[in-house]
C-alpha cells in the first residue's frame, strides 16, 4: 500500500490550493491529510469510502470534509477499461486552518468553527447550496489573489448557515492520526470492494491483517463502529442497487452478480438496509427517471 498520508503541495502565492482535473477515472487511495477539502465531482460515478461511510456518488457530488478524515472516491469498473465515453471532470480545494491566523478564532466565526467541528464526518451537500457553493467552487478555479481568498470565505460562510448537507461517516468512527491502522483498514476495505461479488472468507480477510478471526472482527469494529459483516452487506447492497437503476438484470441475477447465492437471504439484506425490497425500489427509481 503507498502511504495514507496524502501531500498536498503547496501553490506558490497563495493560501489555498485549488485544482480541475480531467481524467479517464479516479486512482486517489484510500489517504487522509491536514488540510480542509472541498470537493466538486462535476461528472462521474461510483463508490466514495468516508470513515466508516460508504456510499454510490453520481455527477454532482459535492463533499466537505474536515482535517484528518480518511476517504476515497473510486469509479465503478467501467472506467478502468479503456472506456472513452467515460471520464472525470472533479474541483478540488484544499486549505489549512492555520494558514488564516486568528481568523477562524474571531467571535464572527462562530458557525464556521462549528461547520468544522461537523466537517469531521464528512458533509454531502444538496439542494440550494449546493447549487450556489458548486458555482463559486468553478469561481474560485478561474479567480486568482485575494479574490479566490474571499470566495473561500463566502463559501464557508453560506456551508456554516446551511442545513442542506448529509452527514456521511458515524460520530463514533475512530478515525485518529494512525497512518498504520488507515492502511489496514484500506486493505479491508479494497479487498472487498474487489470481491463483493465472490464469497468473501472471514478467515482470509483476517489473515490479510495477520490476526485471528475474533481479534479481526474486535479490531474492525474499534474502528469503524460496525460488524465485519454488516460493511461486506452495505457494499453488496450499495453494488445492487447500481445494477437494478442502471439495468434490466433480474432481481435473481442481480442477486447473484453480487454475491448473494440465496435470493431470499438478498431480499432481506436488501429491505434491512433500503427500506424497499428490490422491485420497489427499482420501480421507484425508474418513474422517477422518466419523469425528468
Known amino acids: 500500500m503507498d502511504p495514507m498520508l496524502e501531500k498536498i503541495p503547496e501553490y506558490p502565492g497563495s493560501s489555498i490550493a485549488v485544482k480541475r482535473e480531467v481524467t479517464p477515472y479516479m486512482d486517489y487511495p484510500w489517504h487522509y ?25 453520481n455527477d ?13 472516491w473510486r469509479n465503478d469498473q467501467a472506467f478502468y477499461q479503456n472506456n472513452e465515453d467515460l471520464f472525470v471532470d472533479v474541483y478540488v480545494i484544499h486549505f489549512l486552518e492555520q494558514h488564516f491566523g486568528d481568523l477562524f478564532s474571531l467571535v464572527e466565526s462562530a458557525l464556521i468553527r462549528d461547520l468544522f467541528r461537523k466537517g469531521q464526518r464528512g458533509l454531502r451537500i444538496f439542494g440550494k447550496t449546493h447549487e450556489l457553493v458548486s458555482s463559486q467552487i468553478k469561481a474560485i478555479y478561474r479567480s486568482s489573489g485575494f479574490k479566490r481568498l474571499t470566495l473561500l470565505l463566502e463559501i464557508l460562510d453560506l456551508l456554516s448557515k446551511s442545513d442542506e448537507y448529509e452527514p456521511l461517516s458515524s460520530p463514533g468512527f475512530n478515525n485518529g492520526n494512525n497512518i498504520v491502522d488507515s492502511e489496514r483498514i484500506s486493505v479491508v476495505y479494497e479487498y472487498v470492494i474487489q470481491n463483493f461479488d465472490k464469497p468473501i472468507s472471514l478467515a482470509e480477510v483476517a489473515a490479510k491483517l495477520h490476526l485471528n478471526k475474533t481479534s479481526f472482527c474486535r479490531y474492525f ?22 445494477m437494478l437503476i442502471n439495468s434490466n438484470l433480474t432481481i435473481c441475477q442481480v442477486s447473484h452478480n453480487v454475491g448473494y447465492n440465496n435470493i431470499s437471504h438478498f431480499n432481506r439484506q436488501f429491505k434491512l438496509f433500503t427500506g424497499a425490497t428490490a422491485t420497489e425500489y427499482r420501480r421507484k427509481h425508474w418513474q422517477h427517471a422518466a419523469s425528468l
Open 221 to 242: 469494529k474499534s474502528r469503524t463502529t460496525k460488524t465485519f459483516s454488516h460493511f461486506v452487506n452495505e457494499v453488496r447492497i450499495g453494488k445492487a442497487c447500481k
Open 60 to 72: 454532482g457530488d459535492l463533499v466537505f470534509i474536515s482535517a484528518h478524515l480518511p476517504h476515497v
Open 33 to 57: 491529510h491536514p488540510e480542509y477539502e472541498l470537493i466538486y465531482v462535476e461528472k462521474s460515478y461510483g463508490i466514495r469510502l468516508m470513515g466508516d461511510h460508504i456510499g454510490h456518488f
